[in-house]
Structures are given as C-alpha cells and as structure tokens.
C-alpha cells in the first residue's frame, strides 16, 4: 500500500496512545513514516472517567500530570532522539473512542494514527477501539491503524478540514490558565470586600472582625516586606509628622470602632488604622480629605490591589519551586541515564571483546578442522593406493594362475566376430565402454569393450568376470567368455535391447503393454532377490536401473553390469543389512539417500533403485522427483494421468498397487522400505499371474505363451533356490571378493 504524499506545510498529526505495546508501534510507524525532523507531533491519550465522578457534558481536555509521566516519558525519548517535538493532550471522557472522535472534530486533524486493539476483544466479538474510531472518524481525517509495525487498516479522507481556531485554543490554553485564575481571584477578593468592609457608611454601628481570608497574607519567602514599602501611595495624603491622636477620638474610637487585635493574632486592621490617621487628620484641621464613601472606595481598592499581589507572588513562588523540583527530577533522570548508558558501554565493551575471544577460537578451531581434513585426505589417498595396488596384484596373480571359470578367447577372435570393431555393429555405449554385435561359435553374442580411459575399468572388469563364472540365474545376464588381455566381456545378445530403450521408445524398440510391464517388474525382483540371498555372503548390485535390465528375444528381462556389486560380510547380513563403503557408486537418481550420505551399504541400497525403476516402468517418466509426482497425482485422484498413455488399457487398481509398492521401496528411510522377499515379491507374482491370466490383448507386440522360455511355476522354483547352478562356485566367488 502506498501511503499519501504530504506537503511541506505543517500538519496537525495526532497519536492515539495508552500503556500497550502496539501504541510503541504505532508510534514508530508514524515517526518512519509521516514525520520529519522537526515536525510536532500531538500525543493524545484518553484518561477513562469513573462512573461517581460529577457528570460533565463533552470532553474535558486537560494537560497531562504527573500521574500521565510515565505514560507519555517513553514516547517523548524516542521523539528526542528523531529530533520530533511533541505535544501532550489529556482527555477525560466516558468513552476512549468517542474521546478521541471529539478531539479530532474539534481540533480539525488531519492525521491521526493509532494501534489495534488487542485480539482478546476480537475474539470476543467486542467492537474495538480503533473500529470505533474508523467508522466515527469524520472525513477530513486520515486514519490509520497499525498492528506490529505494520498498517492493519487505513480510512482516506474524503474532504479538506474545515477552518478551525480550536487548535490555537489548545497550544494557548495553557498560557490562559494563570491569567485567568488571576482574575477569578480579583473578581473574588472584589466582592468579599463589598461584603466584609470595616467601614459603614452614614454611621453604620458594629465590630470589626478581620478573618484570615480579608488580612491574613502569607508569604512563601522569610523576607515580607512592609505594606509602606510595596504601597507607598497609602499614605500620600497623610502628613505622619503632624498626626497626633487626641484622647476624645480615642474614646470614640473605643466605642464605636474596637478592634480585636490581639498580640497572638497576625492580622493587620487596616481600616482602623487609617480611620484612626484620617480622624486625626480631621480632628487637627491640617489634613483635608474627601468624605467617607471616597475614603471607603480608595481602602477597598488598596485591600483589592494587596490581595492580588500576594496571589500573585505566592502563585510564583509556588511555580519556581514546582519547576526546581522538575529540574531536580530531569538532572536525576539525566544521571540515571547516563549511568545506564555507561553500563551498557561497558556491557557493549566486554561483549565484543567476548566475540572477538570467540571468534579467535573459532578461527583456531576451524584451521584445526582443515588441517585434520587434510591429513584425513591423504590418509584415503594413500590407503586408496594401497588398495588399488593390491587389487592390481590380485589381477596380475589371477591371470598368473589361468584359474578361470570362462572361455577365454583370442582379441583375433574377438575381432574378428566384430567386424574390426566397426561403428555398423555397436549397439550401445555405457561408463564402462561401447558395446558391440557379434558372432562366436555359430551364436550371436554382444562384446562390451573396456574403454582404455574408464574409472577403475580394469576392477570393475575383474570383478563382473568373477561375479557372473560363479552364477546361473535365468533373470541374470550369462557371460559366455571373455579377453582378458584387452578387457572384452563376451555376453549373450539381448535382441530387445534394453528395458530403458523399450520404456522411451529408443532404437525403434517396441511398446510394452501393461502385462509384459507387471511380468518384467516380478522378474527383475526375483533376479534381485537371488543376489541378496547368495551364501555365504548377499551380494548388493548398487547400480540398478533400466539401463542395465537387457530383454531377450521373448522379452525376458535380465540383470547385467554387476561390476559394481559388493559382497557384505556375514555379521550383518540381516534385513538391516549394512557395510560401509569409502566411495559411493552407481547412478544419481537411483543410489539410496542414505548410502550417499554416511556410505553405508545395504541390501535395502537396492530396494530403493527397484522403487524408482518400478514407477518408470509404471511412467515412462524420467526418475528426477518421480516419487514426488506420483505422491501427488495419487492424492489428487489424478493417477491415471501419470500412467504412460501408449498403454490404452491400464488396469488402474493393480496398477495402483504397483505404484504404492514403487513408492515404499523408494523411502527416504531405509528403515521404511518392505522386505523384499516377503512383501514386494508376492504382490508382484500376484500381479504377474493376473497378466497371464488376462485374454484381452492391446495394440502393442507381445510374445505368445509358448515364446516365454520361463514359466511363473519355473521361476517361483528359482525364487527357492537362490543358488541354482552355483554349488561350489559360492566359495569361489567369497574368496575373490575377500581377496
């Protein structure tokens, strides 16, 4: 929301405040916001009248107190410090709301801000303050409601303030006050000198009292000075050194005028004192003087001039203490600042000097941590060498040896069979090398050729030759032979290529329908299964995908590229089966989370690839954040939209019961994902047997039952014998690997 541009003329802003927070707030939101050095700003706060209070019509306004300081001293510290003045207003009223309605009417604001009342009235449903006051606000007014920090409401105003002299009235009611009260105490002092005069004109009999409110004149000061002093023309008239008082105005002045002036009373009787001077002047013939209703007039005046002083000088007296007093309070809250100010510069101090400490430690601790990274560095460097020497030496004594369970060939055999290793007989590429068509024997076979420059090309090499001579599995690749001497694996051929091809119509490879999918999904399970029960030691494939799952001319799948695969020591060889690995391998998107961060392996490493490629042969869709579409399209109701569209006849409840598979092999956890065996394979066979069963047939190429070289009943018996045509192998295969 953009706020409105204000001119460079003053304008009349007001801030609604009380002792909350959200009033600081609001208070901070203005001064950022509608303010600028210099500029006043009018602090409002509305003091709540008690109901036994005398009833007063309107609001009455009011300067703060002292019982206001501590609610407008925070807010004037942080105006000192913007360099914002203020103004303090006071407001009784039976209503906050109407209170600060009436202000702002009578005053013409232009501005007010004020913050939101707490959520405790809106859950309540009781009308607030600040919705009050937004919907009585007149229309010339701005109003804004800000709740922590931030506006939570604003009313524009909708026509220019009317002209109004009441503001004036407001900053000079203050000036007005000791003006006022002065001559209320004139007026007052008048008319008691009317009533109570000591003087009664055309003889008017009676005594004088004189009462501490008509003579009694205190002074705040020890110093009093004389009435002569302060009024000299009292005695202007007179001529002191001719006054003398004859016994007959005595006795006169003893019957008819007595005073009752007594040593312990501290009144002056003014009028008789004069009466005595005028008689005396009169009695004397020296002084002439005007009748008695021109002597009366001239003494209530001089009375009416005394009384009026001394209001005045003890109204000043009590000012300059009062403002001693608040010089007093500001020079100790000066000191108690500065105090504080002091300790949180010392605070402050030791605070950075406690960072800067920290932070050497911290910069020593870290070239600690680089140093200890290092040397763990060149420690796996060198520990890495020593292995890779001694994986050579394995090789070399090996190949000494000719203990081999393989046919070896001839590189001029192998040549031969590959056309010279022409580019019309590659069939593929991989991180291990190109991948050649060939002819051995009368029998079509595919040359994977070891790439002069692969990573650990000749371990791996190694490794699926003794992996693959110690195994027979129909859901496995068989390796026919191999050329050691120049790193060529002779395999069978794999007419349909491989799983990865057919998903994304690679090679002119044909469609998968929904039964081939289930029964190749089943497949590649058991095949997996066969390698986690091998004995004496499972064995973990770690670089499972659809790239390395070749289908044969009958589209019987198989698992190939076991180069990678570990054998995990007996200990833990369990369902939590765990070994850890100093380096992770396989592909990104199908390496188990949890391998590749603490490097532990597992037979579970495996169940996660199988979760993302089982979605894939699902999908047809890429692995990155497969799992998280699928989640969402499940949810949605929308599973079927993820379902690869070159299949027409999904059926959607068993294929749904592929995909929740799919997603609880590829937990996060590897503690969440099933048991292979005794989970994912059943429902999987289930699946398959529903796929054999079906009649109906889609439009895409499928083998007819008597092409299938493996029947459901066959591979269920290959499930129970994991070590079908392995026998003395298995021996074997633990020692190369322990090697």
């Known amino acids: 929301m953009v706020l409105k541009s204000y001119e460079k003329r003053e304008e009349s802003i007001t801030l609604a405040i009380d002792r909350d927070k959200e009033s600081q707030n609001a208070m901070k939101w203005a001064l950022d916001n509608l303010l600028s050095q210099g500029q006043t700003l009018t602090l409002l706060h509305v003091k709540l009248k008690q109901p036994t209070s005398l009833p007063y019509s309107g609001s009455n306004l009011n300067r703060p107190g002292d019982d ?390 000749m371990s791996q090499f190694q490794q699926e030759i003794e992996v693959l001579t110690c195994m027979r599995h129909p859901n496995m690749v068989l390796l026919l032979g191999a050329c050691p001497e120049y790193g060529c694996l002779v395999y069978e051929y794999m007419a349909n290529g491989s799983l990865e091809d057919c998903l994304f119509g690679r090679r002119n490879s044909p469609i998968l329908s929904w039964r081939l999918r289930f029964r190749i999904a089943a497949e590649i399970a058991t095949g997996l299964h066969f390698l986690h029960q091998m004995k004496p030691e499972p064995l973990v494939h770690r670089d499972l995908k659809p790239g390395n799952i070749l289908l044969d001319q009958h589209f019987v799948s198989k698992i190939s590229d076991v180069g990678l695969a570990r054998l995990v020591p007996p200990p833990v060889a369990d369902t939590a089966t765990q070994y850890r690995m100093t380096a992770t391998a396989g592909t990104f998107c199908y390496i188990d989370p949890e391998y590749q961060q603490t490097g532990m392996l597992g037979t579970k490493s495996d169940i996660y690839s199988f979760g993302i490629m089982l979605l894939q042969i699902l999908t047809a869709k890429p692995p990155m954040g497969l799992t998280h579409q699928v989640e969402k399209a499940i949810e949605k109701g929308t599973f079927a939209e993820m379902l690869d569209p070159a299949v027409p006849d999904w059926p959607l409840e068993e294929a749904l019961v592929a995909a929740k598979i799919g997603l609880q092999c590829a937990e996060l956890r590897r503690k969440d994902r099933p048991d292979l065996g005794n989970t994912i394979l059943p429902e999987l066979n289930r699946l398959r047997r529903l796929a054999e069963e079906s009649k109906s047939f889609g439009r895409t190429q499928r083998p007819s039952p008597s092409m299938s070289s493996v029947s459901a009943s066959s591979l269920e018996e290959i499930m129970s014998d994991p070590q079908l045509q392995y026998g003395s192998d298995s021996s074997s295969l633990h020692n190369s690997f322990a090697s």
């Open 68 to 457: 206001m300081t501590e609610i407008f001293l925070p807010f004037h510290c942080y105006c000192a410090r913007k360099d914002i003045k203020c103004q303090d207003v006071v407001v009784e009223d039976f209503s906050v709301a109407k209170g600060i309605v009436d202000y702002v009417q009578n005053n013409a604001v232009e501005t007010l801000v004020l913050g939101s009342s707490k959520s405790l009235l809106r859950r309540f449903k009781v009308t607030d303050v600040s919705t009050a006051v937004m919907k009585k606000a007149p229309s010339f007014c701005d109003v804004y409601v800000i709740s922590k920090g931030k506006i939570s409401s604003i009313k524009s105003a909708t026509s220019s303030p009317p002209h109004s002299t009441m503001r004036h009235h407001v900053h000079t009611q203050t000036n007005n006050q000791n003006v006022e009260r002065r001559q209320q105490t004139m007026q007052r002092a008048h008319d008691e000198i009317d009533f109570k005069s000591p003087f009664s004109r055309k003889g008017r009999e009676g005594t004088y009292q004189p009462s501490m409110t008509d003579s009694d004149i205190s002074f705040v000061s020890s110093g009093r000075p004389s009435i002569d002093h302060m009024f000299p023309s009292l005695y202007d008239n007179v001529d002191v050194s001719r006054l003398s008082i004859s016994s007959e105005y005595e006795e006169h002045r003893s019957s008819s005028a007595t005073s009752s002036y007594s040593p312990g009373n501290h009144s002056i009787d003014l009028g008789s004192s004069y009466g005595a001077f005028s008689s005396s002047s009169l009695e004397s013939g020296r002084v002439s003087c005007s009748s008695q209703d021109e002597m009366e007039a001239e003494m209530r005046r001089l009375k009416m001039e005394l009384r009026y002083t001394m209001e005045m000088y003890n109204t000043a007296c009590k000012e300059a203490i009062s403002a001693k007093k608040a010089a007093t309070e500001l020079h100790k809250w000066k000191a108690e600042k500065e105090q504080r100010l002091a300790e949180v510069r010392l605070a402050k101090e030791a605070a950075m000097a406690m960072a800067e400490s920290e932070k050497e430690k911290s910069r020593t601790a870290m070239e600690a941590a680089m140093a200890a990274q290092r040397i763990a560095e060149l420690e796996a460097l060198k520990r890495k060498h020593i292995e890779t020497a001694g994986e050579k030496k394995r090789v070399v004594s090996s190949l000494a040896n000719n203990d081999l369970g393989y046919r070896k060939y001839r590189i001029e055999e192998i040549e031969e069979a590959a056309e010279d290793f022409s580019p019309s007989r590659k069939i593929g590429e991989g991180g291990y090398g190109p991948v050649y068509k060939g002819t051995l024997d009368y029998t079509q076979v595919a040359i994977k050729v070891l790439r002069p420059d692969a990573a650990q090309g």
